[in-house]
T-cell receptor, first 115, second 116 residues
Framework: GDSVTQMEGPVTLSEEAFLTINCTYT??????LFWYVQYPGEGLQLLLKATKADDKGSNKGFEATYRKETTSFHLEKGSVQVSDSAVYFCALSERSGAGSYQLTFGKGTKLSVIP | KAGVTQTPRYLIKTRGQQVTLSCSPISGHRSVSWYQQTPGQGLQFLFE???????NKGNFPGRFSGRQFSNSRSEMNVSTLELGDSALYLCASSPRGAGQGIDEQYFGPGTRLTVT
C-alpha cells in the first residue's frame, strides 16, 4: 500500500536558519502530495500542495517540489522564524476505486526554532 | 467562511462506554473524512462520507462507525471503548466530489478523547 516516510525529529534550529525536512513516498499510481502543519493544541493546516511531477508548491516562504524520479517531496524554507515552530506532516492522496481520496501521512517532524 | 467545527473538544470516558463525536464541515463541502491521531500510530484514516454514503473505510474494527446527514454534518461513534482508543480524532472536509481532481482536505481542531 501507499506510504510516506519523513525524517525523524525533533529538529531544532536557530532563527533565520535554513530548513529542510525530507519526505519520500511509495504509491501505486500518481498521487497528489501535501505538507500539513500542526500547531500545539490545534488541528492540521494545509501548508502547500503539488499535484503532478515537477510541480512546486509554495506558501509562507515554504517550498516543496514533486520529484517523481526520486519519489520525494522535501520541504524547505530559507529563513525560519520562531513562529514556524510546529509539527510538519508530509502526506499523499490517491483516488480509490470508489472515487474517494484518503490522506496517507508520514509520522511528522517536530520543528523547534529558538531565538 | 467558517472552518470545520468539532464538538466536543475534550471528552473523558470509561472503558466499555460508547461515545459520539460530531463534525460540521465547511459550508458547501460534501465530503467528510475522519482520522485518528495517536503518538504511537500517528495519523490514520478512519472513513470518508460523501452525500450520506460511506465511500471509503480504513483498517479499524467495527466498533468504529460513522454517518453523515443530509446537511453534510457527520458523526462518528465508538462503542465498547478501550484504553487504546484514547486519541485526537480529527475531522476534515473537502469541496470535491467524485471524479473532480485532487481532494484538498481542511481539518477541524479535533476532539481529544481520553478513555480511563
Amino acid at each position: 500500500g501507499d506510504s510516506v516516510t519523513q525524517m525523524e525529529g525533533p529538529v531544532t534550529l536557530s532563527e533565520e536558519a535554513f530548513l529542510t525536512i525530507n519526505c519520500t513516498y511509495t504509491a501505486t499510481g500518481y498521487p497528489s502530495l501535501f505538507w500539513y502543519v500542526q500547531y500545539p493544541g490545534e488541528g492540521l493546516q494545509l501548508l502547500l500542495k503539488a499535484t503532478k511531477a515537477d510541480d512546486k508548491g509554495s506558501n509562507k516562504g515554504f517550498e516543496a517540489t514533486y520529484r517523481k524520479e526520486t519519489t520525494s517531496f522535501h520541504l524547505e524554507k530559507g529563513s525560519v522564524q520562531v513562529s514556524d515552530s510546529a509539527v510538519y506532516f508530509c502526506a499523499l492522496s490517491e483516488r480509490s476505486g470508489a472515487g474517494s481520496y484518503q490522506l496517507t501521512f508520514g509520522k511528522g517532524t517536530k520543528l523547534s526554532v529558538i531565538p | 467562511k467558517a472552518g470545520v467545527t468539532q464538538t466536543p473538544r475534550y471528552l473523558i470516558k470509561t472503558r466499555g462506554q460508547q461515545v459520539t463525536l460530531s463534525c460540521s464541515p465547511i459550508s458547501g463541502h460534501r465530503s467528510v473524512s475522519w482520522y485518528q491521531q495517536t503518538p504511537g500510530q500517528g495519523l490514520q484514516f478512519l472513513f470518508e462520507y460523501f452525500s450520506e454514503t460511506q465511500r471509503n473505510k480504513g483498517n479499524f474494527p467495527g466498533r468504529f462507525s460513522g454517518r453523515q446527514f443530509s446537511n453534510s454534518r457527520s458523526e462518528m461513534n465508538v462503542s465498547t471503548l478501550e484504553l487504546g482508543d484514547s486519541a485526537l480524532y480529527l475531522c476534515a472536509s473537502s469541496p470535491r466530489g467524485a471524479g473532480q481532481g485532487i481532494d484538498e482536505q481542511y481539518f477541524g481542531p479535533g476532539t481529544r478523547l481520553t478513555v480511563t
